[in-house]
């Protein structure tokens, strides 16, 4: 039995000894380290709570950036319709040119320039 103990105590050490970060390794953000090993390769290392956790940069992909609630804006003459998805559903509000908010212009501006240059192109 203290023979299992001291093996499995043993092979612990040697597992805790493995997960430590390397001497050459440049901290990038806090608790995460940048290093590159003999052959060239690139590795990540990041301290959490659970352990020390490797990765290397190509395996995480590329962020997708999706606008998720497309806002439209349309001209209606002296005021404008401005169109939204929300998780609550569709939001459809008009407000008068003159009641625009700086946010609401520059929305407006925006789908002008959408609609000249969808113009544009079809000449």
Same mark, same amino acid.
């Given at each position: ?35 590159? /090993? ?7 290392? !990041?301290? +959490? *709570? #659970? %352990? ?22 349309? /001209? ?7 169109? !939204?998805? +929300? *998780? #609550? %559903? ?34």
């Amino acid at each position: 039995m203290k023979k299992l103990l001291l093996a499995v105590l043993f092979i612990g050490l040697s597992a805790a000894a493995a997960d430590r970060i390397p001497a050459g390794a440049k901290e990038v953000e806090p608790f995460t380290y940048s290093y590159v /090993d003999a052959n060239g390769d690139s590795w990540m290392y !990041r301290q +959490t *709570p #659970f %352990g020390l956790t490797k990765w290397r940069p190509s395996d995480v992909p590329a962020p997708r950036f999706k606008d998720q609630n497309p806002v439209t804006a349309t /001209d209606l003459g002296d005021s404008v319709r401005i169109e !939204r998805n +929300t *998780p #609550f %559903g569709h939001y459809v509000s008009i407000v008068k040119k003159t009641d625009l908010t700086a946010d609401q212009k520059a929305l407006l501006s925006i789908a002008a320039g959408d609609q000249t240059k969808s113009g544009e192109e079809k000449k």
